[in-house]
């Protein structure tokens, strides 16, 4: 290599374009980053509109994450990610409420033996009850066998430790009845000797006797003392058990607990983007904002946190108003999300008022739709299918379903007024048995004895007897 190579080697390393060509893969790792977490983003929403909410979780799980790296957790990039994320967890716990409830469905509650699925035994034939009773017999002698085991296993531990006491025993035993055979000839000599030591020998045994029934409440002891710290020992198993799983449910949340903090963190993106926004722009951020906040109302009511549900929602509807026309669906939307709020935290008179409000809006809309002055839908924007008549339809079909709403959160309000007369009428009668006092009872049992025995039927039995 000759010198003005070199020199043009330094020269051209020494370049912006040299000096670009080596930054260019951390650039590059950034956009497949970006461009990894779209595709997971794309498509974790079509999984969802689908509804195959296992992969839509999954895929917008990942695009979280990849974008949450990329450009920071808060950032309004995630916004929407999170957003959906959070969707499709509210889906997900959704299904799995219904997953639950289905399973007990046809299930009688109490006692229905009415019920097909409720065996009767006095309906069986011979053969299903020998086959039960074959089945319950199995059941109880394995149940006994593993008894018998764990009581032989307690004795053999015990059995070792009095071995050695056992042994002894024996040989206090084998030398007593040595000495009565040797001591047996002399015996026949002498009888008052024999007398002697055979009351000797009764003694000695109930001597051994009740050594053996002090052994054996001793072994009875042990045996109640090991039962005893067994069962400790098998109660704090179950402690520690139950304390494991507490400590795994919160280290694992549920479905609606992430779905709710994932709304929270994309309303906290959304209202970043608020402060810098242009008019254009912010219309467009608070539109998601209200989507958010109704989102999270779902939420709460699937929780039953119906408290927190009716503030959300109230906040959604507020700003609802500031930026669609009276006319909009989406407030009517809202009017209806908050009436099923407000009635599941019983304030029912404000939970009709609601829905009542929703079908106002509802029933404007038709009305402009009729003389082509409703307010333009965003939403139906790109439907080329839409026409006016196909929508007053829609909204004649959703009408009955309103009202009937209404009826139900009515008859809520009556029933949970029943009850409450109820218990105060309990309450009071249980309190004016309570006051009763005991001199009524005695009076009552005098006035009873005092038909049946009189004044006048005592005098003349006394002057009969005279």
């Not at 916004?79 to 409420?97: C, I, N, P, T």
């Not at 035993?173 to 000839?185: D, I, N, W």
């Not at 209200?290 to 989102?295: A, G, M």
């Not at 008179?349 to 003389?371: F, Q, T, Y």
Request: aromatic share 4%; with cysteine.
């Amino acid at each position: 290599m000759t010198a003005s190579d070199v020199e043009k080697t330094a020269a051209q390393s020494s370049s912006p374009q040299g000096k670009s060509d080596g930054a260019s893969p951390s650039k590059t790792d950034g956009s497949d980053k970006r461009k990894e977490a779209m595709n997971h983003f794309v498509a974790g929403k079509r999984h969802l509109v689908v509804k195959d909410l296992d992969s839509a979780v999954t895929s917008l799980a990942l695009a979280c994450e990849l974008l949450s790296a990329e450009y920071g957790e808060t950032a309004y990039e995630c916004a929407d990610a999170y957003y959906y994320y959070g969707k499709a967890l509210l889906e997900m716990a959704r299904a799995e409420s219904c997953v639950f409830g289905n399973a007990l469905d046809g299930v009688p509650e109490g006692e229905d033996s009415d019920n097909s699925q409720v065996e009767d035994p006095d309906k069986m034939t011979e053969d299903e009850v020998t086959d039960v009773e074959k089945k319950v017999g199995e059941a109880l002698e394995e149940n006994f066998k593993s008894l018998q085991e764990k009581k032989e296993m307690r004795e053999k531990r015990a059995g070792v430790e009095s071995t050695e006491e056992e042994t002894t025993e024996d040989e206090g035993e084998g030398e007593a009845e040595g000495e009565g055979e040797a001591e047996s000839p002399e015996a026949e000599k002498e009888p008052e000797e024999e007398k002697g030591e055979k009351e000797k020998g009764d003694s000695d045994k109930e001597a051994s006797t009740a050594e053996g029934e002090k052994d054996t409440e001793t072994k009875d002891t042990e045996m109640k003392d090991e039962e005893s710290v067994g069962d400790n020992e098998a109660e704090e198993k179950e402690v520690e058990d139950k304390k494991e799983q507490e400590a795994e449910d919160e280290e694992d949340p549920s479905n609606l607990q992430l779905a709710w903090e994932m709304l929270e963190l994309a309303k906290v993106a959304y209202s970043h983007k608020l402060e810098g926004a242009s008019d254009e722009d912010k219309k467009v951020v608070e539109v998601k904002i209200c989507e958010t906040l109704l989102s999270l109302g779902e939420v709460s009511l699937e929780s039953e946190s119906y408290e927190q549900a009716v503030l959300d929602i109230t906040d959604c509807l507020n700003k609802r108003k500031a930026l669609y026309a009276e006319d909009s669906r989406r407030i009517a939307e809202t009017y209806y999300h908050l009436g099923a709020a407000l009635g599941h935290f019983n304030k029912f008179d404000e939970a009709v008022k609601a829905l009542e409000d929703s079908i106002a809006c509802l029933e404007l809309r038709m009305e402009n739709l009729k003389n082509e002055k409703e307010s333009k839908d965003e939403s139906k924007a790109d439907d080329a299918f839409y026409t006016r008549e196909a929508e007053i339809a829609e909204i004649k079909s959703l009408l009955p379903e309103i009202k009937e709403k209404i009826q139900d959160t009515k008859d809520m309000k009556r029933q949970q007024t029943d009850n409450q007369a109820e218990e105060v009428g309990f309450a009071k009668g249980e309190s004016s048995a309570a006051a009763k006092p005991i001199s009524t009872i005695s009076v009552k049992r005098k006035a009873e004895g005092s038909d049946s025995t009189s004044p006048k039927k005592a005098h003349l039995e006394n002057g009969s007897k005279n």
